[in-house]
């Protein structure tokens, strides 16, 4: 038997002290896509006070984004999948549920050292 794999990608941000995510599901990681990514990221509505940081250079712990992956993974685990749709309509259900999750994003994210809104 030849395995044959066909891949998708899944794109996180998250406001830890919120609890707001945005997702998306792209074909690829590539500069071109992570620009649609950052588009798309552009239009979400950003609460006033919002700023950017930059995280410290060697964050004692991962970024925050990185927490997210094992909660979207869980939905996926130990089950197969007939084809990329089939797989890309439970991710996609996943990251929805946990959009409405926000106290337990930010539990999984909302680090110490992380600024803190006002």
């Not at 794999?5 to 992570?34: D, E, K």
């Not at 869980?74 to 549920?97: G, I, K």
């Amino acid at each position: 038997m030849q395995h044959r794999y066909q891949w998708c990608y899944l794109y996180a941000f998250v406001h830890p002290p919120s609890g707001r995510t945005v997702w998306l599901l792209l074909p690829t990681v590539s500069v071109a896509a992570f620009t649609i990514a950052l588009a798309e990221l552009a239009q979400v509505d950003v609460p006033r006070g919002l700023h950017l940081h930059v995280l410290p250079l060697y964050a004692p712990d991962p970024q925050s984004a990185e927490r997210l992956w094992h909660l979207t993974n869980e939905a996926l685990a130990n089950r197969h999948f007939h084809d990329l749709d089939e797989l890309q309509e439970v991710q996609v259900q996943r990251c929805l549920t946990l959009q409405t999750m926000p106290e337990f994003i930010r539990a999984h994210t909302n680090f110490h050292w992380w600024p803190q809104t006002a």
